[in-house]
């Protein structure tokens, strides 16, 4: 996979590229909407091409391996043809879900035992089988297993998780060069730095990773309960350790003017569940900050959404009438929000990746601090 960097901001450590993928270019920097079930919940897969331009989305390993099933995807010609989305793909490992979601797991040198949260059943992720599961699903960009840890950690348990990720990394790793080699993929895997929020054990995981001379690197680890300001401190010390030229991707971040922030740190790709969860639970991203579609003062405002928003939510319909889909319950409200939001989200990405392009981030980034949080 090549990452071709194309401008770097002078002032920050903000950067614009693209990456090859075997199903495409990505601009970067990139969000990466997440659809966990092969689904950007509530969008039509011709949505997120033709409308909403995406170019990448992100599908969970944990899930679609308990349902259903990697070896039903690989039948059915891989995890593109079964949710018929012609571009790019990232997978997880499965190890995030494991570690929230999933009680009764055990772990051990070999990998992590777990029960499925939908029927007991037990089953045993590895950092070999996490590979050959996304190998399955024919994924573009793939992790390797982690080790997750909640905040707060202690030092100790921190080094703990963060050594065994890096022998995770190395046997996942080397498993997936066989692989490649066997098969001749094109896809790539991304080993993931952990440590929790101690730069000592970052920085050490960071060396260890770089041995593989992998074509991206994440950080992990983050948004698992910490201050936003202790995930930008990490971020800020972590990135830097990293190549210059591979993808940097901070996994599972952030809020829309959080965005600005991860990227003039000098990371290229971000997740986040955000824009579609708070979607569906009526929580609006707009230019002008949040809006909660419920209150009553939306009852009979007939303006858009976002009057500079160019969605087709906030070029139809108005505040109103989405107040009302919401109030009613209706399937539609769903659709309707999602697109906003994750259009919201990437037209955020696409401004931040001009402002690179054209020398003027700094004055962005300013722009975004000066108006404060949404
Ligand atoms: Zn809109």
Same mark, same amino acid.
């Given at each position: 996979?090549?990452? #071709?960097?194309?401008?770097?901001?002078?002032?920050?450590?903000?950067?614009?590229?693209?990456?090859?993928?075997?199903?495409? =270019?990505?601009?970067?920097?990139?969000?990466?909407?997440?659809?966990? @079930?092969?689904?950007?919940?509530?969008?039509?897969?011709?949505?997120?091409?033709?409308?909403?331009?995406?170019?990448?989305?992100?599908?969970?390993?944990?899930?679609?391996?308990?349902? =259903?099933?990697?070896?039903?995807?690989?039948?059915?010609?891989?995890?593109?043809?079964?949710?018929?989305?012609?571009?790019?793909?990232?997978?997880?490992?499965?190890?995030?879900?494991?570690? +929230?979601?999933?009680?009764?797991?055990?772990?051990?040198? #070999?990998?992590?035992?777990?029960?499925?949260?939908?029927?007991?059943?037990?089953?045993?992720?590895?950092?070999?089988?996490?590979?050959?599961?996304?190998?399955?699903?024919?994924?573009?960009?793939?992790?390797?297993?982690?080790? $997750?840890?909640?905040?707060?950690?202690?030092?100790?348990?921190? @080094?703990?998780?963060?050594?065994?990720?890096?022998?995770?990394?190395?046997?996942?790793?080397?498993?997936?060069?066989?692989?490649?080699?066997?098969?001749?993929?094109?896809?790539?895997?991304?080993?993931?730095?952990?440590?929790?929020?101690?730069?000592?054990?970052?920085?050490? $995981?960071?060396?260890?990773?770089?041995?593989?001379?992998?074509?991206?690197?994440?950080?992990?680890?983050?948004?698992?309960?910490? =201050?936003?300001?202790?995930?930008?401190?990490?971020?800020?010390?972590?990135?830097?350790?990293?190549?210059?030229?591979?993808?940097?991707?901070?996994?599972?971040?952030?809020?829309?003017?959080?965005?600005?922030?991860?990227?003039?740190?000098?990371?290229?790709?971000?997740?986040?569940?955000? =824009?579609?969860?708070?979607?569906?639970?009526? $929580?609006?991203?707009? +230019?002008?900050?949040?809006?909660?579609?419920?209150? +009553?003062?939306?009852?009979?405002?007939?303006?858009?959404?976002?009057?500079?928003?160019? $969605?087709?939510?906030?070029?139809?319909?108005?505040?109103?009438?989405?107040?009302?889909?919401?109030?009613?319950?209706?399937?539609?409200?769903?659709?309707?929000?999602?697109?906003?939001?994750? @259009?919201?989200?990437?037209?955020?990405?696409?401004?931040?990746? @001009?402002?690179?392009?054209?020398?003027?981030?700094?004055?962005?980034?300013?722009?975004?601090?000066?108006?404060?949080?949404?």
């Amino acid at each position: 996979m090549l990452f #071709e960097l194309q401008a770097q901001c002078a002032t920050t450590g903000a950067r614009a590229g693209i990456l090859h993928t075997p199903h495409g =270019p990505v601009e970067t920097p990139v969000f990466m909407p997440v659809g966990t @079930q092969a689904t950007v919940k509530g969008l039509p897969q011709c949505w997120l091409e033709q409308d909403l331009d995406a170019k990448i989305i992100l599908a969970n390993t944990y899930h679609l391996f308990l349902r =259903p099933g990697h070896e039903l995807i690989r039948e059915l010609g891989g995890l593109h043809k079964f949710m018929s989305w012609p571009r790019a793909i990232l997978t997880d490992s499965g190890g995030f879900q494991v570690f +929230s979601l999933s009680d009764l797991r055990k772990i051990s040198e #070999e990998g992590v035992l777990f029960r499925s949260h939908l029927n007991g059943d037990a089953h045993l992720f590895t950092p070999e089988s996490t590979v050959d599961v996304q190998l399955a699903f024919g994924s573009d960009i793939m992790m390797v297993l982690d080790e $997750c840890l909640s905040y707060p950690a202690s030092h100790a348990a921190a @080094q703990s998780a963060m050594e065994r990720t890096v022998r995770w990394a190395r046997s996942g790793y080397n498993h997936f060069l066989r692989r490649k080699e066997e098969t001749g993929i094109r896809s790539s895997l991304f080993p993931i730095v952990q440590g929790s929020m101690f730069a000592d054990l970052r920085s050490a $995981c960071a060396n260890e990773l770089l041995e593989l001379n992998a074509d991206g690197y994440a950080i992990g680890g983050l948004s698992v309960g910490e =201050p936003r300001a202790l995930s930008l401190e990490v971020v800020e010390t972590t990135a830097p350790l990293l190549p210059e030229n591979r993808p940097r991707y901070v996994m599972g971040v952030g809020m829309p003017d959080e965005l600005p922030e991860y990227v003039a740190r000098g990371i290229d790709m971000m997740d986040c569940v955000l =824009p579609s969860r708070n979607a569906r639970n009526g $929580c609006l991203f707009t +230019s002008a900050g949040k809006v909660i579609i419920k209150q +009553s003062r939306y009852r009979n405002d007939p303006a858009p959404l976002d009057a500079r928003c160019g $969605c087709y939510t906030c070029r139809t319909f108005s505040r109103a009438y989405l107040r009302h889909l919401f109030q009613a319950g209706e399937i539609l409200f769903s659709t309707l929000a999602t697109l906003h939001n994750v @259009q919201h989200y990437l037209d955020t990405m696409r401004q931040i990746r @001009q402002s690179i392009l054209l020398g003027t981030f700094p004055a962005y980034l300013a722009a975004v601090r000066a108006a404060g949080s949404v």
